[in-house]
């Protein structure tokens, strides 16, 4: 079982908190079968049960993963990713959430370049200044969702390298 390390750099330019991690014993873990269970067939469209995604996110040529992670300490999951780019070791989290349990009804997957209407742009509420109502993706980006709810896009912002949340639906 691998262990983690929770490193804080600094985030107040950041929109999403940049935390680090690498091999130690701070607690975050792949989640197990029992807690990826399919109870409501939500997952069985995904070979990896909507836990992991592969693409190249920040638009550098190279697969870069989004994982699920748990923290049995914290009683936390948690979605990172880990850039190939990236010179430092380990990977961003881009959210974490105060339950555990919460992954059995949460899952990511890639979502492919186009041009998709955000939540706002579809009405759920007003745009807020800066919030798009349509994305034009020229590289894939991680779909965060919580199974036929709401969902969010991470996307790479490459000039202040660090990720966005767009929410896509409420």
């Known amino acids: 079982m691998k262990k983690y390390k929770i490193i804080m750099m600094s985030a107040f330019t950041l929109a999403i908190p940049l935390v680090i991690f690498a091999e130690d014993k701070s607690g975050w ?74 992954i059995e009804v949460m899952g990511i997957d890639v979502v492919k ?4 209407k955000t939540a706002c742009g579809k009405g759920y509420w007003d745009c ?5 109502e349509l994305l034009e993706l020229k590289y894939p980006v991680i779909d965060f969702f919580r199974f036929e709810s709401a969902n969010s896009y991470f996307i790479w912002d490459k000039k202040k390298k660090k990720f966005n949340r767009i929410w896509m639906s409420d």
């Open 128 to 132: 807020k200044n800066g919030e798009p």
């Open 29 to 102: 873990r792949v989640p197990t079968k029992a807690e990826l269970s399919d109870v409501s067939g939500l997952r069985k469209d995904s070979p990896t049960l909507y836990s992991i995604a592969k693409a190249d996110f920040d638009g550098d040529g190279k697969e870069d993963e989004a994982s699920l992670l748990i923290n049995d300490k914290e009683n936390k999951m948690g979605l990172f990713v880990k850039l190939t780019s990236r010179k430092e070791s380990g990977s961003l989290l881009l959210e974490a959430m105060d339950s555990k349990t919460i």
């Open 113 to 116: 370049p186009g041009k998709y």
